[in-house]
């Protein structure tokens, strides 16, 4: 059983960039989720998927898009970047359910310059 | 709306000393309550969860929380601290029906002192 890998684990962009981060789930899950994590912050939920369908959404603007694949790995697309988008973002992956454990990522550390 | 509170940012502990980072939550409708850790550059590793059932909850590497619904709180506890719990904290919860979105606190750096 592998876990949830996300690639790469490092980038650097120039602000109005366009940026696009990959999330591979854990093996049988078939919901992913999404999170910001700012530097000294707590995570924030940018939007889940399940079954290749968005199934929730954070307070997040709409340059913050996202797609899910058959086989459950998703992507994480920002566009025009802005310096305010440097952060570690996470992917976590579960099964659906009422209080399904998340796994995450190690995560995609951004940053915008 | 969830919401949650962790009241402390820093905790710093001497080593075998025990220890309680404090929880408070916000929500209008019943939760799922967590604890993660973030070791440095790491992602979020699962230490405990309530769902329903006893109000006290025992995790990994000896952590354990008490759940208390009429001061909407959710304690994460260990006895005696070892170095190598030194990591961030983060106090998470989800609504139910079906909803695994969570809402994390701004988390607690413990530190151990040796």
């Known amino acids: 059983e592998t876990g949830v890998t996300q690639s790469p684990t490092h980038l650097i962009k120039t602000r109005g960039q366009q940026v696009t981060l990959r999330c591979s789930s854990q093996?049988?899950?078939?919901?992913v989720s999404w999170y910001q994590q700012a530097l000294g912050q707590g995570p924030q939920f940018i939007f889940q998927?399940?079954?290749?369908?968005?199934?929730g959404r954070g307070n997040f603007p709409p340059r913050f898009s996202g797609l899910q694949f058959p086989n459950y790995s998703s992507e994480l697309n920002v566009n025009a970047l802005e310096l305010d988008d440097s952060a570690l973002y996470l992917c976590?992956?579960?099964?659906?359910?009422?209080?399904?454990?998340?796994?995450f990522g190690q995560g995609t550390r951004l940053t915008v310059v | 709306a969830q919401s949650v509170t962790q009241l402390d940012s820093q905790v710093p502990v001497f080593e075998e000393a025990p220890v309680e980072l404090r929880c408070n939550y916000s929500s209008s409708v019943s939760v799922y309550l967590f604890w993660y850790v973030q070791y440095p550059n790491q992602g979020l590793q699962l230490l405990l969860k309530y769902l329903s059932g006893s109000t006290l909850v025992k995790g990994i590497n000896g952590f354990e929380a008490e759940f208390n619904k009429s001061q909407t709180s959710f304690h994460l506890r260990k006895p005696s601290v070892h170095i190598s719990d030194t990591a961030e904290y983060f106090c998470?919860?989800?609504?139910?029906?079906?909803?695994?979105?969570?809402?994390f606190g701004t988390g607690t750096r413990l530190t151990i002192i040796p």
């Open positions: 976590a992956s579960s099964l659906t359910g009422a209080g399904a454990e998340a796994f």
């Open positions: 998470a919860v989800s609504a139910g029906f079906g909803n695994e979105k969570l809402t």
């Open positions: 998927y399940y079954r290749e369908e968005e199934n």
């Open positions: 093996s049988g899950h078939n919901t």
